[in-house]
């Protein structure tokens, strides 16, 4: 009988300790983690053809959207992230205030043209790039920029995952190309938005 007894006390210890773990969190499932490589990359290319339809992608664990706008000359020119409709209405409401929305400083175009904007989507929050644009309009020369490399962040049921960003954009009167790499490992990154940079310059 104290055999028994005791096994049943040891039953009961074990199923307590079990229940204590569980709700402490040790047995809890995991929040999936970001599918974020050592280095990504993605290659838009972009003219006016593609309109004002919307796009999506992922990358680095974020929704990425593009979307395009035409201007005219005389017009302020803005950001279209206003009008991509799969975004919350905060976001969409932010790039609708003037301030935020007016691309460089909000100039107002001296010819027609063509705006892109791209918006890096973390829908449970983040820091780092939020958004870039290119002009494609009459030019003399082919353009080629880079903002270097930034650190970033996306945020996952609570949990930030910190990565790095970056782009390279070529801009030319027909078309504009962009590169957006972005990776968990800084120097991959930096080496790889490099080299498509060395490679523009070379071919311009």
């Not at 009961?12 to 499932?29: C, D, E, R």
């Not at 009008?83 to 301030?99: M, N, T």
């Not at 935020?100 to 063509?114: C, E, H, S």
């Not at 390279?168 to 962009?178: Q, Y």
Request: aromatic share 8%; net charge neutral; glycine share 10%.
């Amino acid at each position: 009988m104290d055999s028994m007894r005791t096994a049943v006390l040891l039953i009961a210890v074990v199923a307590v300790v079990f229940v204590a773990i569980y709700t402490s969190g040790y047995l809890q499932p995991q929040a999936p983690k970001p599918s974020i490589g050592e280095l990504e990359e993605l290659r838009l290319f972009i003219t006016p053809e593609n309109g004002t339809k919307t796009s999506k992608w992922e990358l680095c664990g974020m929704k990425i959207y593009g979307k395009g706008a035409y201007y005219k000359k005389g017009d302020i020119i803005t950001s279209p992230i206003k009008d991509i409709e799969e975004l919350p209405e905060k976001i969409r409401k932010d790039y609708s205030d003037p301030v935020r929305a007016y691309v460089a400083g909000g100039i107002r175009a001296d010819k027609d043209g063509y705006i892109y904007s791209i918006y890096f989507h973390r829908p449970e929050g983040g820091a780092g790039l939020a958004s870039t644009s290119v002009l494609i309009e009459e030019r003399n020369v082919t353009a080629i920029g880079s903002g270097g490399v930034e650190s970033a962040t996306l945020r996952v049921r609570g949990v930030e995952y910190s990565f790095w960003l970056g782009t390279v954009e070529k801009i030319t009167s027909k078309n504009a190309t962009v590169y957006i790499v972005c990776g968990i490992d800084k120097e991959k990154v930096e080496k790889r938005l490099g080299e498509i940079r060395n490679e523009l310059e070379s071919k311009k």
